[in-house]
């Protein structure tokens, strides 16, 4: 089985695909060009749904929770975007979960406030070194649905 961590936004989606030893099996940047939030939220519905549609069959996605956002607009914005992409893996019948930040750094861990750098530091010293915070992220939470597989084992 892999595991699919991802980590939402409304310009650029990371996508990570780990294999059941930790592996990177492949890693995905989407990124949604365009002022009109409506025009990128159509690109990122219909290049997630072909993505997760990709994944094999029985794969676990595991999408990272809405994070704190002082303004109402970004977090109808994200709650949207979640909603797709568990729309997405319903419609593809993708077992999912979706995972507060603070839950998998903790299972990773860390502080449950962990920042960018401690989150990159903990990527990099299990092998895992990417410029993109969004595929660093992306990877964290699929290393933690990893574990989330190997308990439910």
């Known amino acids: 089985m892999t595991v699919l961590g991802i980590d939402l936004s409304t310009k650029a989606t990371a996508f990570v695909w780990l ?20 025009d ?7 290049w997630s749904s072909t993505w997760i549609a990709a994944s094999p069959d029985g794969d676990l996605v595991v999408i990272e929770g809405l994070p704190f956002v ?5 977090f109808s914005a994200l709650a949207q975007v979640l ?3 568990r ?4 419609r593809h019948e993708r077992p999912y ?27 990099e ?5 990417n410029p ?5 992220d992306a990877y964290c939470i699929a290393r933690y649905g990893l574990q989330l597989v190997a308990a439910a084992a």
């Not at 002082?70 to 970004?74: E, N």
């Not at 729309?87 to 319903?90: L, S």
């Not at 979960?97 to 903790?106: A, F, L, Q, T």
């Not at 993109?132 to 660093?136: E, I, V």
């Open 125 to 129: 010293a299990e092998g895992f070194v």
């Open 19 to 38: 294999a059941d030893d930790g592996t990177v099996e492949r890693t995905l940047m989407v990124e949604v060009p365009g002022k009109l939030a409506a």
């Open 97 to 123: 979960v979706v995972v507060p930040g603070s839950d998998w750094k903790k299972g990773l861990g860390l502080s449950g406030n962990a920042n960018k750098d401690a989150v990159c530091a903990w990527a």
């Open 83 to 85: 909603g797709m992409l």
């Open 40 to 46: 990128r939220f159509d690109r990122l519905a219909s």
């Open 70 to 74: 002082k303004s109402r607009a970004g």
């Open 87 to 90: 729309a997405a893996c319903v």
């Open 132 to 136: 993109s915070q969004d595929l660093t």
